[in-house]
RNA sequence: GCGCGCAUAGCUCAGUUGGUUAGAGCGUCACAUUGACAUUGUGAAGGUCCCUGGUUCGAGUCCAGGUGCGCGCACCA
């Protein structure tokens, strides 16, 4: 065979290693010979954090080579919201217009090109990382099969009573003109001016001012001393825009110890004060519209936005002497959207939602309710979730869910399949937009504008992908998927919306295993983010380091659920690794005509023994360690037998013992396919070198498994003591490379060290072994117990 | 307010049922260059495993309490 270069460049053959697999058509499981229970992920939706996707080309590529029939099946979502945003910013510094100016139609176009775009940028990065996804079933939220699933998915719920239509209070955000689910609003905490307000008799407290315009009702605990005398009782207050009745109701939401104790409501713009109004049945006034702006019902403050209209209301109030003092300090949460950071409004709006604890049937007679099946899939153990501590945390987020609003009023994404008529106002919903309206048999009707939440489609994601609600071979074979691996952040967002709609949708769980990764950090610890310009461009570091080298910096160090640093020295540290397994293969090569060998050669010498044991616990460690999700573990291990076991010590030996065709043949043709999911370019490179195109592809070659070993011998551990213990002798007394050491066993109780001596003078001591008798003047070296050696050196000999 | 995580060498981090002398990488110091590899080799230094108490023959690991940092959820008048 050739001699291969002395460093390995993984630029000159990592993208023609990708084609050739690629052609060679194992990707898709159906042209494996496979054997055993399939195993499937389905590639998650691509995020900020989307180039950590070697965990999961790791686990494929191991049961590829366990001989299963592998399946991870990529595609892209559309992310409703986010993408949008980003298209309209780009429409706006174009040419200043915005989505409006364009119009519906015209407007998804531009969006549909910038997503393309996208998508295949996406793509080359996963290919570039060697991510072995079978291409030809790629799918995409928006394709006309997804959409279909999340149609028929809809209207079940709907016939089910568990899609709703109604007036609730919801989160809105006038900068991106849409609803939001409640987790899609974040909070950030934030000093706010706290109000003390005269309102009549009672002092009131508040951070928003500008909401309280027609407040017309106090709250105060029940057994708050100080205003026992004014429960139920109304009054005339002069106020805002002029006089209020007011009354005062009790009720044990008030906490006595925030401000003054009484507070007033404002029904339409807070989700405690809209249950209170519910429960009690005050009228609910819109104050602050969807456009963020005061509405007609706010008076002569109407069109003001939310900023003008507190100032002027504040005006006002102390123009009336009703401001009472000022908290400066006040520490308000601040709701803001997670998509561009505009405070939030709650407010009233008609919208679809989905009902979480409402009964439905499943089957002939047991009833049961979304939030239950989503529990019980966990809780069960059905569905396990790495690291476990996880499986609480869903717990609780699960229990506390409240119906999940899932229309939006952006233009990106799913129609909802719903029809209004425009006579009547009646609503229909079905795949397909009735002729005629069922109840006034007018035929103008109009479907909903509105788009589904980007999480409702990919919700459906580990079945709709496999061709579902067609009952196809890949949903038979490939579902339900047996890992799902994802950052924690999306959670609740995704793995949580999974679980309850394919539990509704097909009975069943969409993944044994959730494996819940960290988040990718810079050198300094802080979250990546474009403001920062800290992210790390995985093109551009597998352009220096090779993507072998990428891939090892995300593997080894980190464990499940717990956020990692990823920087460009502890990339180099892995490159560096990655070379040295080049230069092994290649000592080996230079060494010895390397041929494929299955079956353990037999040990002639200690140091075989040695390696062959070693290695087989090794290999079974890996083994063992991928099984359980713990691939830092079974990475570390590797790489620790790799370099200083067999770099460090079996090859040198080698050079020395000569004669290890078969031996090194063998390690060779293992060690490869055991780096082979962590380090796939290198391995493979070298394995089509070292054994030509004939061999086939390492990616499909067979994992080995139970390797026999020869039994533990404690031999060549104790020559390798014997080394290194005249090794540090050397430095120790800072001798010099021209310093010979001499020196004489002088109790070995394992009675092998004699046989070996012109091993321990190869392996670099610069030693010569001498007779007791001529060492009586040197420095006793205990190896370890029962090893002991006399040692001089010239100086003390003359 | 409720819950969760983290704290181990100068730095970044492993350490799954409790078990010899607690590990790695980077960095540091000394030495080595006709070597498969300087993307290298040899050797060394470096630790109160955050603190206090407990269980145990034995605790980095388990229990209780505390400190510091981070996160999630809730509240948000």
């Known amino acids: ?66 001989g299963r029939a592998a399946l991870w099946l990529p595609g892209e979502d559309h992310a409703a919201i986010a993408t949008q945003n980003v298209v309209e910013k780009k429409l706006h510094k174009k040419d200043g217009k915005n989505r409006y100016d364009y119009g519906r139609d015209e407007f998804i176009k531009r969006v549909n090109e910038f997503i393309a775009s996208s998508r295949s940028t996406i793509r080359d990065q996963i290919k570039a990382m060697g991510a072995s996804c079978d291409w030809s079933r790629e799918r995409y939220t928006l394709d006309e099969g997804l959409s279909r699933a999340v149609r028929e998915v809809f209207v079940r719920m709907y016939h089910d009573g568990l899609i709703y239509r109604g007036k609730r209070i919801v989160n809105w955000c006038y900068r991106c003109g849409t609803t939001l689910a409640d987790d899609e609003v974040e909070y950030k905490e934030q000093k706010t001016p706290f109000y003390y307000l005269k309102y009549g008799p009672i002092t009131i407290s508040t951070a928003r001012p500008e909401t309280k315009v027609l407040d017309k009702v106090i709250i105060v605990h029940p057994d708050d001393k100080r205003y026992q005398g004014y429960i139920g009782k109304s009054f005339d207050v002069p106020w805002i825009d002029g006089m209020v009745k007011a009354t005062v109701v009790a009720d044990k939401v008030a906490e006595m110890e925030t401000g003054t104790g009484a507070m007033t409501i404002t029904p339409a713009h807070s989700f405690v004060d809209f249950e209170l109004a519910q429960k009690y049945g005050f009228e609910i006034v819109d104050i602050i519209g969807p456009d963020g702006k005061l509405t007609a019902n706010a008076g002569k403050f109407a069109g003001l936005n939310v900023k003008e209209a507190r100032i002027a209301i504040l005006d006002e109030l102390k123009k009336k002497d009703l401001v009472e003092k000022i908290d400066e300090e006040y520490i308000h949460n601040l709701s803001i959207c997670y998509r561009c950071g505009t405070p939030v409004e709650p407010l009233p709006s008609e919208q679809w939602f989905v009902a979480v604890d409402k009964p439905f049937k499943r089957g002939l007679f047991h009833r049961t309710t979304l939030k239950k099946l989503a529990i019980a899939a966990v809780s069960t153990g059905k569905i396990k979730i790495v690291p476990e501590r996880f499986a609480k945390i869903y717990d609780h987020w699960m229990k506390n869910l409240h119906d999940w609003c899932i229309s939006r009023q952006i233009w990106f994404g799913h129609r909802v399949p719903a029809w209004k008529c425009i006579s009547c106002g009646e609503w229909f919903v079905g795949q397909a937009k009735p002729s005629t309206c069922l109840k006034c048999k007018a035929s103008n009707l109009e479907q909903d504008p509105d788009t589904l939440d980007t999480w409702f489609s990919s919700s459906l994601w580990t079945f709709s992908t496999l061709g579902w609600p067609d009952k196809t071979k890949d949903l038979a074979t490939y579902h339900p998927t047996s890992v799902m691996e994802t950052g924690y952040d999306i959670l609740f967002f995704w793995i949580a919306r999974m679980v309850l709609m394919t539990q509704y949708s097909l009975g069943d769980i969409p993944f044994r295993t959730v494996y819940l990764h960290g988040l990718v950090r810079d050198k300094q610890g802080r979250k990546m983010s474009k403001s920062l310009g800290n992210g790390i461009d995985p093109i551009a570091m597998i352009d220096k380091y090779g993507a072998d080298a990428l891939r090892l910096s995300m593997i080894i160090g980190t464990t499940p659920g717990n956020d990692f640093r990823l920087y460009d020295e502890k990339i180099a540290g892995y490159r560096n690794f990655v070379n040295k397994l080049w230069n092994i293969v290649r000592f080996a090569n230079l060494t010895a005509e390397l041929k494929i060998v299955e079956i353990p050669p037999e040990a002639k010498t200690l140091a075989d023994k040695w390696i062959l044991s070693r290695f087989a616990r090794v290999a079974d ?40 065709q078969k031996i090194l043949s063998y390690l060779i043709t293992q060690l490869l396919k055991l780096w082979h999911p962590f380090t796939p370019y290198v391995t493979e490179t070298l394995w089509r070198e070292t054994f030509g195109e004939a061999a086939g592809l390492l990616m499909v070659q067979s994992w080995p498994e139970k390797l026999p070993a020869p039994a533990d011998d404690p031999g060549f551990e104790i020559i390798r003591d014997v080394v290194t213990a005249l090794r540090g002798f050397r430095v120790e007394h800072k001798l010099g490379p021209d310093k010979v050491i001499n020196f004489a066993v002088t109790k070995d109780k394992y009675r092998i060290i004699e046989s070996y001596t012109h091993l321990v003078q190869g392996l670099r001591t610069t030693t010569i072994a001498k007779p007791i008798n001529q060492l009586s003047n040197g420095e006793r070296l205990v190896v370890r117990e029962g090893v002991e050696l006399i040692v001089s050196f010239d100086k003390l000999d003359k």
């Open 1 to 66: 065979m050739p001699e291969l270069p002395k460093a390995y460049l993984p630029q000159n053959y990592e993208t023609q290693i990708y084609r050739q697999w690629e052609q060679s058509g194992f990707f898709n499981p159906d042209n494996l010979l496979k054997k055993g229970e399939p195993f499937s992920i389905s590639l998650p939706p691509p995020n900020a954090t989307g180039i950590l996707h070697a965990i999961q080309d790791l686990m494929i590529r191991y049961w590829r080579l366990r």
């Open 621 to 660: 460690l890996v083994t063992k360690k991928i099984e359980s999700y713990s691939f830092s573990e079974a990475g570390e291990a590797l790489y620790d037998f790799t370099w200083h076991e067999l770099a460090d010590w079996y090859l040198e030996v080698a050079k020395i013992e000569g004669n290890k």
